[in-house]
C-alpha cells in the first residue's frame, strides 16, 4: 500500500536516450557517475549490484532528469527505487538513518532554536503536529499489514 | 489577497531562526495577511524520507496540506524543499484518485481530509506573481544600483515544475526579475543553475558537497560578485556553512550569502542587524559597505558635468 514503483515501459526508452546524462550534475563532477549504467542492469534483472553502491546515493534529486526528459520520468526514480530497496535492507548511509528515526520519532528533523528565538524577538512556535502524525504513522502500518494478511493470521 | 499560512520548515526554524526575522519583517512591512498556524510537521524532506518510505512521505504531506485547506488558507514557504515535497504529493494525489482515497481513509481517521484545494507558493514565486514588482518598487527606499549579485535559484523553487507549474523548470527568470527590479545586476554565469549539492553533506560525503559549493563559488568570485543571493536553506546551509569552513581552512572566496527575504529587507531601509544578517558564517561586511559607498557618491552626472566644465588647459 502507498509503495514506490518502477516503470519498466519508460526505462525501456531511457536506456536508449541518456539525454539526462547531459545536464545531470552528479554525472557532470562524480566519477564514474552514470546512471545509464545502472537503468541497463535494473532492465536486465541486475540492480542487486547496485544496492550497495554510494552512486545511488549521489542522485541529488534536483529533477533536472525530470525536465529534460521527454517522457517528463527521468532516472531520478531509478535511483529512489535503488534507494528504497537497499534502505530495506538496511544499507543507507548513517545519517539517512538518523533522520528517519528522528522523523519518526519527533515528526521533524530538528526543533525550534528556542534561545535564538528569544533573541531575535520571534514568538513561540505554533504546536507541532507530532502527536497527530504518530498516530497516522501507526494507520498506515496497520494497514498494510492488514493488506498483507488479510485473514488477520499470525496477527493477534 | 487571501489569507497565507507560512510553512517555516524545519531548517529555517532549527538552524537558520534569522531567517524567519528577515522573512516576518518583510511580510509585515508589505501588511500581507500571513497566519502562523498549530500542527504542521516536517514537510517531509524527499531525500531522507521518501527514500525509505514513500507512503510515509506522502501521507505526512498530505496532512500538512489538509491543515490548510481545511482553513481556507493558502500557503506560502521561504524554504524550496517544504514547497517543492508538499506540491509534489498534491500533484501525485489529484493525478491519482485512487492514492488519494487511500489516503483520505487514513486521514479521516485522525480527522482530517486532503482537498488539495489551497495553492501552494514558495516566497520568491509569490512576491513575484502575488504581491508584484510594482508594489516592491514602490517600498524601495534605496536601491542596489552598481551591485552584482550572483543568484542560485535552489532546485526545488523551480522543480519538478509539474507540480510546481511557476517558472520555466530550465531557464528560470522571475528571481532575475526581482532581483532586477531591486536595481542590482543579476549576473548570467555557466553554474547559475548547477545544483548547490548540499544533499552530499546529508549521505556522509563532505568533501564532495564542499567540491560543488566550491565550483560555484569560484566562478562567483572571478567575476567580481558582490553577493550570492538564494532564497532556501538548505542552499544557505551549503554556500554560507561551507564556504566559511573552506576558507577557515585557508580557501578564499569572500561570497557574501545573503537571503531574499534580508535583500529586500535592506532596500526597505532596515539594518543588517535587525535582519539578523549579523549571524552569517561568511562576513556581509564587505557587500553592505559597497552598496554605502555606491550610494553615497555623488550623482553621474556631476561627474561628467565637472569634467566638461573643467578649465581648458590646452
Known amino acids: 500500500m502507498l509503495e514506490a514503483t518502477l516503470n519498466f515501459k519508460l526505462l525501456e526508452q531511457c536506456s536508449k536516450c541518456g539525454a539526462c546524462f547531459s545536464i545531470c550534475p552528479s554525472c557532470m563532477h562524480i566519477p564514474g557517475y552514470d546512471p545509464r549504467a545502472v537503468i541497463q542492469d535494473i532492465l536486465d534483472g541486475n540492480h542487486d549490484k547496485w544496492l550497495s553502491s554510494r552512486h545511488i546515493w549521489q542522485c ?16 531520478e526514480n531509478a535511483m529512489t527505487a535503488l534507494r528504497t530497496i537497499a534502505a530495506k535492507k538496511g544499507i543507507h548511509p548513517t545519517q539517512v538513518k538518523r533522520g528517519w528515526e528522528m522523523f519518526v520519532k519527533t515528526s521533524r528533523l530538528g526543533e525550534p532554536a528556542l534561545p535564538a528565538r528569544k533573541k531575535l524577538g520571534l514568538p513561540e512556535p ?3 503536529g507530532a502527536e497527530e502524525f504518530k498516530k497516522l504513522f501507526a494507520l498506515l502500518k496497520a494497514a498494510r499489514e492488514k493488506q498483507e494478511n488479510p485473514e488477520g493470521k499470525g496477527s493477534e | 489577497m487571501k489569507e497565507f499560512a507560512v510553512f517555516w520548515g524545519c531548517t529555517i526554524q532549527t538552524r537558520f531562526p534569522f531567517i524567519e526575522k528577515s522573512t516576518r519583517i518583510v511580510l509585515e512591512s508589505f501588511k500581507l495577511p500571513y497566519r502562523d498556524i498549530d500542527g504542521f510537521t516536517c514537510c517531509p524532506e524527499k531525500s531522507l524520507v521518501n527514500n525509505i518510505d514513500h507512503g510515509a512521505f506522502v501521507v505526512t504531506a498530505a496532512r500538512n496540506v489538509a491543515l490548510v485547506d481545511e482553513l481556507d488558507y493558502d500557503l506560502v514557504s521561504p524554504c524550496t524543499g517544504c514547497v517543492s515535497n508538499l506540491a509534489t504529493v498534491k500533484g501525485e494525489l ?3 484518485p485512487r492514492e488519494k482515497a487511500e489516503v483520505n481513509k487514513l486521514l479521516k481517521e485522525v480527522g482530517r481530509e486532503f482537498k488539495g484545494t489551497s495553492k501552494l507558493q514558495h516566497l ?26 550572483g543568484i542560485h535559484y535552489g532546485c526545488h523553487m523551480i522543480r519538478p515544475s509539474h507540480a510546481l507549474r511557476n517558472d520555466d523548470p530550465l531557464e528560470p ?12 545586476q543579476s549576473l548570467q554565469f ?5 545544483c548547490c549539492g548540499q544533499g552530499l553533506d546529508r549521505i556522509d560525503e563532505h568533501d564532495r558537497a564542499l567540491h560543488f559549493a566550491r565550483i560555484k563559488l569560484k566562478e ?13 536553506p538548505s542552499c544557505f546551509l551549503q554556500f554560507d556553512n561551507n564556504q566559511f569552513l573552506m576558507e ?6 569572500g561570497i557574501p550569502v545573503i537571503y531574499f527575504t534580508e535583500l529586500l529587507g535592506l532596500a526597505m531601509g532596515y539594518k543588517p542587524e535587525e535582519l539578523g544578517m549579523d549571524l552569517h558564517r561568511v562576513d556581509c561586511t564587505p557587500f553592505v559597505k559597497k552598496w554605502e559607498a555606491l550610494s553615497t557618491r555623488p550623482p553621474r552626472e556631476d561627474a561628467i558635468e565637472d569634467g566638461l566644465n573643467a578649465p581648458v588647459d590646452l
Request: proline fraction near 1%; glycine fraction near 8%; charge should be positive.
Open chain 2, 94 to 96: 489529484k493525478a491519482n
Open chain 2, 220 to 232: 562567483l568570485k572571478s567575476l567580481g560578485c558582490d553577493a550570492m543571493v538564494l532564497c532556501c
Open chain 2, 248 to 253: 577557515k581552512e585557508g580557501e578564499k572566496f
Open chain 1, 60 to 75: 541529488l534529486e534536483c529533477h533536472h532528469c525530470l525536465e529534460i526528459c521527454y517522457q517528463h520520468y527521468g532516472f
Open chain 1, 126 to 128: 505554533k504546536a507541532s
Open chain 2, 124 to 149: 520568491v514565486p509569490f512576491f513575484h506573481d502575488t504581491v508584484g514588482v510594482h508594489a516592491i518598487k514602490q517600498k524601495i527606499k534605496k536601491d542596489f544600483s552598481g551591485m552584482r549579485i
Open chain 2, 190 to 194: 555557466m553554474t547559475k543553475m548547477m
Open chain 2, 173 to 184: 527568470k522571475k528571481f532575475d526579475t526581482l532581483i532586477s527590479a531591486l536595481g542590482a
